[in-house]
């Protein structure tokens, strides 16, 4: 028997989590991040509308996930405690993945991320990806686009850098239009845990073809 989501409360909380993240708060007097967060939850509660497929995904870890305990208890005192607290409970069902066809080894054992909903699942659904992206301390993440997909972060715990711009701290919401190249690097003491969705084209979001952008001089890309 296929399970859906009426059957499993804890993913099912998590995803009231993720719409809280988007439906309330300030978008900053920016016109693209109100309409990103429109664009995120107005799909979202379209899918939770359907009571999506739970697809059962095999459990993986990656070296980073050592630092969760920290992260959840770092972002359960913090501004956005709600789906920290929410994602410790299926934080055992968690699938952690690279996304890129190869990592550089020192970034392998520092970052990794786990998708919640999405064409893999867990939560089945088309046209949005919600997932958390965990970073090591002194973590550098490499420069990168993603085309036709409308990326957002939300800070859960500690403090990161985009492109050298600001610090971020939980509960900061970070847009990443279509095509814009950024590159993270996280604070120094502690692990750094953001939520994100990615909102595009139902193919692109099957298919993203995700690779680090390539520097003059350097044959990092996908390496
Ligand atoms: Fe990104």
């Known amino acids: 028997m296929t399970a859906t989501l009426s059957d499993c409360p804890n993913w099912k909380y998590l995803l009231q989590e993720f719409d809280t993240l988007y439906r309330y708060g300030s978008a900053g007097g920016s016109k693209a991040i109100r309409s990103h967060r429109k664009r995120v939850r107005d799909a979202l509660s379209a899918i939770i509308d359907t009571n999506p497929e739970i697809v059962v995904v095999e459990p993986t870890r990656k070296p980073v996930v050592e630092h969760l305990p920290r992260a959840l208890d770092l972002g359960a005192r913090a501004a956005v405690s709600g789906v920290a607290r929410a994602l410790g409970h299926v934080a055992a069902h968690l699938a952690w993945d690279y996304g890129y066809p ?75 239009r279509s095509g814009v190249e950024h590159r993270i690097t996280t604070g120094d003491l502690d692990p750094c845990l953001l939520a994100y969705a990615w909102a595009g084209p139902r193919e692109r979001l099957a298919a993203p073809g995700m690779k680090f952008s390539a520097r003059r001089g350097s044959a990092r890309d996908g390496t």
Do not use: C, M
């Not at 970034?107 to 699942?121: F, Q, R, V, W």
């Open 102 to 176: 190869s990592v550089p080894k020192s970034l392998s054992k520092k970052y990794a991320y786990a998708e919640i909903l999405g064409p893999k699942g867990p939560v089945r659904a088309q046209g949005l990806i919600l997932g958390f992206v965990l970073f090591a301390p002194g973590t550098t993440y490499p420069q990168h686009a993603h085309q036709d997909i409308e990326e957002s972060y939300v800070s859960v715990a500690g403090a990161w850098s985009e492109n050298d711009n600001a610090v971020y701290a939980p509960g900061s919401l970070i847009l990443n």
